[in-house]
């Protein structure tokens, strides 16, 4: 059965689709007929591009940011006009990151020179999210190019740095192909995503089936559960590659490879059990770091929720989601935090810039972050 995850700024407009099928892009000839004009949200990228200088642009500048748009991405209202705001701010910061390279189009996290990136300027820690995100691009090309460049844009072969970061991008493509119907697309490219999903099997995976990943490699360093050489078991990884494992059987399926699909679904049971059994604080009742030495790290952490993403908890281990609400746990004046407040390692091991221990995610600058405890307390 076909799930689909929605990011959570355009859960809205993504609902209007069903209700308005081929309705949402005021393109061409759908304008006359559209239920939302475009022309009525042209007013926002106007004041986006006054707020800055812009000192940087690639494929897109801020010049051409509204014809782009407008061809783009789907419409979106609602009655609070800074929620309205958000959504189209996000598509217009989206834009800003797509760039052009010699294998096609690129996606970058920065929009400045990062030393640790690959080519291009491009760091795999994001793949998924810009995949999920652009997914809903009128124009399929932005992230099936982006695919395509970072597993075959090496002389045909993945990008040096692919394994940077963890990742969720076969579940992502799945994601995408839901609502661009490019089967073809999708089935050429299994070879490159199996063998991906082995090469994270050879190089993370330990001798109980659970996947292990230091925190900077999962984008989130200088965590209270984790560090920068630690090999724990994370919810992050084994939830990625659980959803990898789910996808690459339905996308094997979709190629008539049942022999295939069948494996990885074995695979994608096997890891939910493992999650389940292994990474389920049951005194806690939260998903938690285990540490690579032994033993849960004892520490809420946002990254407890993110197997709910790929629909792996049981209904009863929704008694975690109380946590956002409780001043003690997530919920803080400008945010949830990334920790739990109420853990004594709370704001303790911030360094170079980076903080996840429980700061909020917004504010990573020291300086910023110090003004921040100010509100966490």
Same mark, same amino acid.
């Given at each position: 059965?076909?799930?689909?995850?929605?990011?959570?700024?355009?859960?809205?407009?993504?609902?209007?689709?069903?209700?308005?099928?081929?309705?949402?892009?005021?393109?061409?000839?759908?304008?006359?007929?559209?239920?939302?004009?475009?022309?009525?949200?042209?007013?926002?990228?106007?004041?986006?591009?006054?707020?800055?200088?812009?000192?940087?642009?690639?494929?897109?500048?801020?010049?051409?940011?509204?014809?782009?748009?407008?061809?783009?991405?789907?419409?979106?209202?609602?009655?609070?006009?800074?929620?309205?705001?958000?959504?189209?701010?996000?598509?217009?910061?989206?834009?800003?990151?797509?760039?052009?390279?010699?294998?096609?189009?690129?996606?970058?996290?920065?929009?400045?020179?990062?030393?640790?990136?690959?080519?291009?300027?491009?760091?795999?820690?994001?793949?998924?999210?810009?995949?999920?995100?652009?997914?809903?691009?009128?124009?399929?090309?932005?992230?099936?190019?982006?695919?395509?460049?970072?597993?075959?844009?090496?002389?045909?072969?993945?990008?040096?740095?692919?394994?940077?970061?963890?990742?969720?991008?076969?579940? /992502?493509?799945?994601? #995408?192909?839901?609502?661009?119907? $490019?089967? !073809?697309?999708?089935?050429?490219? +299994?070879?490159?995503?199996? &063998?991906?999903?082995?090469?994270?099997?050879?190089?993370?995976?330990?001798?109980?089936?659970?996947?292990?990943?230091?925190?900077?490699?999962?984008?989130?360093?200088?965590?209270?559960?984790?560090?920068?050489?630690?090999?724990?078991?994370?919810?992050?990884?084994?939830?990625?590659?659980?959803?990898? /494992?789910?996808?690459? #059987?339905?996308?094997?399926?979709? $190629?008539? !490879?049942?022999?295939?699909?069948? +494996?990885?679904?074995?695979? &994608?049971?096997?890891?939910?059990?493992?999650?389940?059994?292994?990474?389920?604080?049951?005194?806690?009742?939260?998903?938690?770091?285990?540490?690579?030495?032994?033993?849960?790290?004892?520490?809420?952490?946002?990254?407890?929720?993110?197997?709910?993403?790929?629909?792996?908890?049981?209904?009863?281990?929704?008694?975690?989601?109380?946590?956002?609400?409780?001043?003690?746990?997530?919920?803080?004046?400008?945010? +949830?935090?990334?920790?739990?407040?109420?853990?004594?390692?709370?704001?303790?091991?911030?360094?170079?810039?980076?903080?996840?221990?429980?700061?909020?995610?917004?504010?990573?600058?020291?300086?910023?972050?110090?003004?921040?405890?100010?509100?966490?307390?």
């Amino acid at each position: 059965m076909k799930r689909i995850v929605f990011s959570y700024s355009i859960v809205v407009a993504v609902s209007l689709a069903g209700l308005f099928q081929g309705n949402l892009y005021a393109t061409g000839k759908q304008k006359d007929k559209s239920i939302l004009k475009v022309d009525d949200f042209k007013h926002f990228v106007d004041y986006f591009n006054r707020m800055e200088d812009e000192n940087l642009s690639f494929a897109i500048p801020n010049a051409e940011a509204w014809d782009w748009m407008k061809a783009n991405i789907p419409l979106f209202e609602c009655p609070q006009d800074n929620f309205e705001e958000i959504y189209y701010y996000r598509w217009w910061t989206y834009r800003k990151h797509i760039k052009e390279t010699p294998e096609g189009w690129g996606i970058t996290e920065f929009l400045v020179d990062r030393p640790y990136a690959d080519k291009y300027n491009l760091i795999a820690c994001a793949i998924g999210h810009h995949i999920m995100e652009g997914r809903w691009l009128h124009n399929p090309e932005y992230i099936q190019q982006y695919a395509h460049v970072w597993y075959r844009g090496n002389e045909g072969k993945p990008m040096n740095k692919l394994h940077k970061f963890s990742s969720w991008t076969p579940y /992502a493509m799945l994601q #995408a192909y839901y609502v661009n119907s $490019d089967k !073809d697309y999708l089935v050429d490219m +299994l070879p490159d995503l199996t &063998a991906d999903y082995k090469r994270w099997e050879e190089e993370r995976r330990n001798e109980n089936g659970l996947f292990w990943q230091n925190d900077v490699k999962d984008g989130m360093e200088e965590q209270i559960s984790g560090g920068r050489h630690e090999r724990n078991e994370r919810p992050t990884i084994n939830s990625y590659m659980f959803g990898n /494992a789910e996808a690459l #059987a339905e996308i094997a399926e979709l $190629d008539g !490879d049942q022999a295939t699909s069948k +494996l990885y679904a074995a695979k &994608a049971d096997t890891l939910k059990e493992l999650i389940d059994a292994n990474l389920w604080d049951p005194e806690d009742q939260f998903f938690e770091t285990v540490k690579e030495k032994g033993g849960f790290a004892k520490v809420r952490e946002q990254i407890g929720f993110i197997p709910w993403y790929f629909n792996i908890p049981t209904a009863e281990q929704s008694v975690a989601w109380k946590q956002i609400n409780d001043n003690n746990g997530f919920s803080a004046p400008f945010g +949830l935090t990334t920790a739990e407040r109420r853990h004594p390692d709370f704001r303790s091991h911030g360094c170079c810039k980076c903080e996840w221990d429980g700061a909020n995610l917004a504010i990573r600058n020291r300086s910023n972050v110090d003004r921040i405890g100010e509100f966490a307390e």
